[in-house]
């Protein structure tokens, strides 16, 4: 089969800096922090519907309500390290870990 290449393409590396700025660059920054939490709330839905899980009772076993965990999957609600962590622990049965990178 044969591959044709378009010049016009871009990675999304290339595209994220023509719309966002190269990194350091306050636009880009905020940018970056954005999607972060956009990650987070992502990867916890997923974890939950591998887990075959809703909502409701992924709150439950957390001590919390649907409306609470829809707001962080869907990147409405900030989400404090504490309430994460219980997340984690009680609702997947898992363990926390967080590492900084410099």
Not at 75 to 89: A, F, P, V
Request: hydrophobic share 35%; aromatic share 8%; net charge positive.
């Amino acid at each position: 089969m044969k591959t044709v290449k378009n010049k016009d393409l871009k990675s999304l590396d290339q595209f994220v800096d023509e719309q966002y700025g190269k990194k350091g660059t306050k636009k880009r920054d905020i940018f970056e922090k954005g999607y972060e939490e956009f990650k987070l709330g992502f990867i916890l839905q997923q974890a939950r519907l591998e887990m075959g899980m809703t909502q409701e009772e992924l709150a439950e076993k957390v001590g919390t309500n649907k409306g609470y965990i829809s707001r962080i999957e869907n990147n409405i609600k900030d989400i404090r390290i504490s309430t994460l962590q219980r997340i984690i622990e009680k609702g997947f049965g898992g363990h926390l870990e967080l590492a900084i990178k410099i």
